[in-house]
């Protein structure tokens, strides 16, 4: 079946030291998106990438970082987690056509523990 | 701009009775409209969408939901509650031209046996 992976599910890394998660997609959708949700609350978009167009959203702190290597992959790199940044990671994906229209799926998430 | 407000961020329903959850929207141009469910530990998943075709659209598990212009509303439904229905549902905006959505704040469902 056609869908968003994203690697690990739980991924626990120390205070200060980078740590990188993955998203994988087998639909070949050309948008790739990257969520941040706090317990209880909307998802909140960080960036995305119109095929290999970054756009990273005005409030994403530069501690965030996104690399899109190929249509199938794009990876959220946090540089210097703090224990703000313990969350759950979203990554979604779409095939916007040329009107802007598109449906966002969702892969099953990465909970983010910072000790 | 476009936002989504959620009424009620708990909702609690017996199992068998109505499910109502209320999405009221604000957008200049024409929405597309979005509920997403999210169980504990997991991402979103769509259950249904609007996209200026019939106002009325049916979604997965039993659920639907109602595009009313005049009352800039999506409101979700689903006539029998079922104890896996309990998650948190999320509704959300994407106006023309734009890739992006913006959610309302999350409604949690509980279903009481």
């Not at chain 1, 790739?32 to 702190?61: I, R, V």
């Not at chain 2, 701009?1 to 024409?30: D, K, W």
Request: one cysteine or more.
């Amino acid at each position: 079946d056609a869908m968003v992976i994203q690697n690990p599910r739980y991924q626990v890394t120390q205070f200060g030291k980078p740590v990188t998660l993955s998203c994988s997609q087998t639909l070949n959708h050309n948008v790739m998106y990257w969520y941040q949700q706090k317990s209880s609350q909307a998802p909140k978009l960080l960036f995305h990438y119109y095929d290999k167009d970054f756009n990273n959203e005005a409030d994403t702190p530069d501690n965030f970082q996104s690399r899109r290597p190929n249509t199938s992959f794009c990876f959220l790199d946090i540089r210097s987690p703090g224990l703000g940044d313990a969350a759950m990671y979203l990554c979604a994906t779409s095939r916007v056509d040329a009107g802007g229209r598109g449906t966002q799926y969702f892969g099953p998430g990465t909970r983010l523990l910072v000790l | 701009a476009q936002s989504v407000t959620q009424l009620g961020s708990h909702v609690s329903v017996s199992e068998g009775a109505l499910v109502l959850l209320r999405c009221n929207y604000s957008s200049s141009v024409p929405p597309y409209l979005f509920w997403y469910v999210q169980y504990p530990n997991q991402g979103l998943q769509l259950l249904l969408k609007y996209t200026s075709a019939a106002t009325l659209v049916k979604g997965i598990n039993g659920f639907e939901a109602e595009f009313k212009k005049s009352e800039t509303s999506f409101h979700l439904t689903k006539p029998s509650a079922h104890m896996s229905d309990a998650a948190e549902y999320f509704c959300a905006v994407r106006t023309q031209g734009a890739q992006k959505l913006v959610f309302g704040q999350g409604t949690r469902l509980t279903i009481n046996p």
